[in-house]
């Protein structure tokens, strides 16, 4: 008798032990499979990966930025950004130009001291229109510009000096602002072009811009015709940003595209956002409000990337226009409304 209660003794403790080892291996399946890529099939976003953003927060801001389309354009379907990421979270506000002309923005068209004073005033009028993002300056400045003349380079293109760009950088530093830098290749390319800014573009403040309407494939002289830029070449910038990003374990870059005309971006469905790049297809075209927004309902609504800008000009809007600039209030109204504003 003393013997079988012994083996059952010994049989009770042999379970304890073995439920204790499948209870310490669990948590280490469970883990391994949260480590895993997964596929969010009803998410505004395709696929995730380990990102450390409050995911559903972020969808609900991609969906208030839709207006609640009902299109099923918006929200665009696409990766979840890495942390630290500008948007949605942030409005940017941007202040355009080159500091050698007085014709190309606001950004070198006014004294500094005046200028910032401006940036600031629109700036404070769109956090007022709109409280539930923050609002940041931005200095967008032409680095690469397009020229008339072939120049040394036989490239139609001019780099502009880097203690330019150091002056900006500077100038953004005191409003706590961030940098965007613009590139206009002429008969370059952008293959050519970018190199030359990576030990700006390394810094987590400083992003970029490329503008088609001066990419001169058909070798015409920039100003005459416009430009253009397939989804290879955006591809190709945003993978350039997306090294840069990881290389340097920066927060996400911010790529602004300017577009007004279907043919100034081909191949748009075949754009790719990365989590390191948020891409922004900024409508840049002037003139009357009617013709703004239907420009934008063209080229930006129907062909949707990822996030939408608006450029408004002080000048080339108002000629022969009594209506005058949108306001903040009335942009908050466009679906979706652009989350990236500039004003040259």
């Known amino acids: 008798m003393k013997q079988v209660l012994v083996l059952l003794m010994f049989l009770a403790v042999l379970l304890v032990v073995i439920s204790c080892e499948k209870a310490r291996t669990a948590p280490a399946f469970i883990s391994k499979e949260k480590k895993t890529k997964t596929v969010v099939k009803d998410s505004i976003v395709k696929e995730s990966i380990t990102t450390h953003i409050d995911t559903v927060d ?41 500091l050698y002309s007085k014709r190309m923005g606001v950004l ?84 050519e072009e970018l190199p030359t800014l990576v030990k700006y573009l390394q810094l987590p403040q400083v992003h970029l811009g490329i503008d088609p309407e001066f990419s001169m494939k058909n070798k015409s002289l920039p100003g005459t015709k416009i430009g253009t830029y397939s989804a290879k070449d955006i591809n190709y910038a945003i993978r350039f940003l997306a090294q840069i990003v990881r290389e340097n374990k920066l927060p996400p870059k911010v790529l602004i595209v300017h577009r007004f005309t279907q043919k100034m971006v081909t191949d748009y469905h075949k754009i790719k956002p990365l989590p390191e790049v948020q891409v922004v297809m900024n409508m840049d075209g002037f003139g009357n409000k009617t013709l703004k927004k239907s420009t934008y309902h063209d080229c930006v609504f129907k062909e949707p990337v990822q996030f939408t800008g608006f450029k408004l ?18 942009l908050l109204r466009f679906k979706p409304k652009p989350i990236y504003i500039q004003y040259q």
């Not at 000096?161 to 602002?177: C, M, N, R, T, Y």
């Not at 226009?321 to 306001?327: E, F, P």
């Open 58 to 98: 972020y969808n609900q801001r991609l969906w208030a930025l839709s207006n609640q389309d009902a299109s099923g354009r918006w929200p665009v379907k696409t990766v979840y950004p890495l942390a630290g990421a500008i948007l949605p979270y942030h409005r940017i506000v941007a202040f355009y130009g080159n």
């Open 108 to 191: 070198g068209a006014l004294p500094k001291q005046q200028m910032l004073q401006k940036l600031n005033y629109e700036v404070n009028r769109w956090h007022k229109a709109d409280a539930s993002v923050t609002t940041i300056p931005a200095l967008h400045y032409i680095a690469i510009t397009a020229q008339n003349t072939p120049g040394k380079s036989n490239t139609h293109r001019l780099r502009m000096p880097h203690h330019q760009i150091d002056i900006v950088l500077s100038w953004a530093k005191e409003i706590k602002g961030i940098v965007f830098l613009d590139v206009q290749v002429g008969h370059s390319t952008l293959q």
């Open 313 to 330: 000009f002080y000048k080339n809007d108002t000629k022969g226009n009594s209506a005058g600039l949108y306001s903040p209030e009335e």
